[in-house]
């Protein structure tokens, strides 16, 4: 029985598993490996993993005792051999630090398997353009309610406000009270003046999610100075959409912390969210669902909802209300919708 368990712990990746304080005999475990270095993924590629520590760079695989855990961009793991990153050298990922967040891209016809893209991202900016392309209500929802479902702080960024008045928009999720701001060209550039983005971004770990066309390589052109994200549609040289890699990648900022680009994510897969867990992010309206009946999920026609009879003494806000429940109602639409 004590064996089942701990192999389905190695199952879930964990190879920090320690025993328990000298019960068993340290010769049935693992190597605990403390002389592992700590480092940080960037980037992934075909089973190679782009980690940095101390301000360099160093390729690694992972070990063959991780088993199948995933490693994904944003993870904090444990470095082992020629951690020198001199080319040619690889070193072995032989842990993965406990994820504080993550991120799970919705399955889609490329690849039927929910996956996480990122680790222990602490911020989730979603990019909509004002205009050109329209802005995409019902996928700004749905980012929204994957990242309070994920623990993470999103942040509304509307681009191209050179473009419309980002006034309408801005109105529409006010009474979310999410964090907005708002990017343009910068006069006579083709660079992305980006305002107060960057004090959003100090020291956090920023996943960016927009789809095509919105100014999401623009905008991290302009925050990562040297990123060189081709921007445009098409690629010149090859003539072909610049889609190539479909795997986020994260990006040092000048003044600390992290924006990971997500090229891949085209949507959320929202099925597994819970209401119980989403309502947490309104603390307001949280503390008005104490009485409701159990199994209530808080949606409109929910009978003897407490929100309702919160509404009806004043006691919460209709437009926040109605907000959140637009929230909780893009769990069921089509992914792509
Ligand atoms: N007018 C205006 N155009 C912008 C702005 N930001 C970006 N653009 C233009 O919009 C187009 C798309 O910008 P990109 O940065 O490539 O968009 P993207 O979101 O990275 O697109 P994908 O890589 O396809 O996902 C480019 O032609 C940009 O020059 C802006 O603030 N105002
Ligand atoms: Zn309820």
Not at 47 to 70: H, I, N, P, Q, S
Not at 272 to 292: M, N, Y
Request: aromatic content about 2%.
């Amino acid at each position: 029985m004590a064996r089942r368990t701990a192999a389905s712990s190695y199952d879930e990746g964990d190879v920090r598993v320690r025993p328990g304080r000298g019960s068993r005999p340290r010769s049935k475990l693992r190597p605990a490996h403390t002389d592992a270095t700590p480092a940080l993924v960037i980037a992934v590629d075909r089973g190679r993993y782009t980690c940095v520590l101390d301000g360099r760079t160093v390729t690694a695989m992972t070990a063959r005792e991780l088993g199948r855990k995933a490693v994904v961009v944003g993870d904090r793991v444990g470095l082992v051999g020629d951690v020198s990153g001199a080319p040619g050298t690889l070193a072995r990922i032989v842990r993965v630090e406990e994820r504080a967040t993550v991120l799970r891209r919705t399955a889609d016809d490329d690849d039927p398997v929910e996956r996480i893209i990122v680790a222990n991202a602490d911020q989730l900016m979603i990019v909509t353009a004002v205009a050109d392309p329209e802005p995409r209500p019902r996928l700004i929802d749905r980012a929204l309610v994957a990242a309070f479902d994920a623990g993470i702080e999103p942040l509304l960024c509307l681009t191209k406000a050179d473009l419309a008045d980002p006034g309408p928009l801005l109105a529409a999720y006010a009474p979310l009270q999410v964090p907005a701001v708002v990017t343009r060209l910068a006069p006579g550039s083709s660079g992305a003046d980006v305002g107060d983005v960057l004090q959003h971004l100090r020291d956090r770990v920023t996943v960016l999610v927009g789809h095509s066309g919105v100014g999401k390589s623009t905008l991290v052109n302009a925050v990562v100075p040297g990123a060189d994200r081709a921007t445009g549609r098409v690629n010149v040289v090859t003539g072909r959409g610049r889609h190539t890699s479909t795997s986020a990648v994260a990006l040092a900022l000048p003044d600390g912390g992290w924006v990971i680009d997500t090229p891949g994510i085209r949507s959320f897969g929202l099925a597994h969210v819970d209401p119980d867990r989403l309502i947490l992010a309104f603390p307001d309206l949280a503390a008005e669902t104490e009485d409701c009946p159990r199994g209530c999920t808080h949606a409109d026609g929910e009978p003897e909802c407490g929100l309702d009879a919160a509404l009806a003494a004043g006691r919460v806000d209709a437009d926040r209300l109605a907000s959140y429940r637009r929230l909780l109602a893009s769990r069921d639409r089509q992914a792509g919708d």
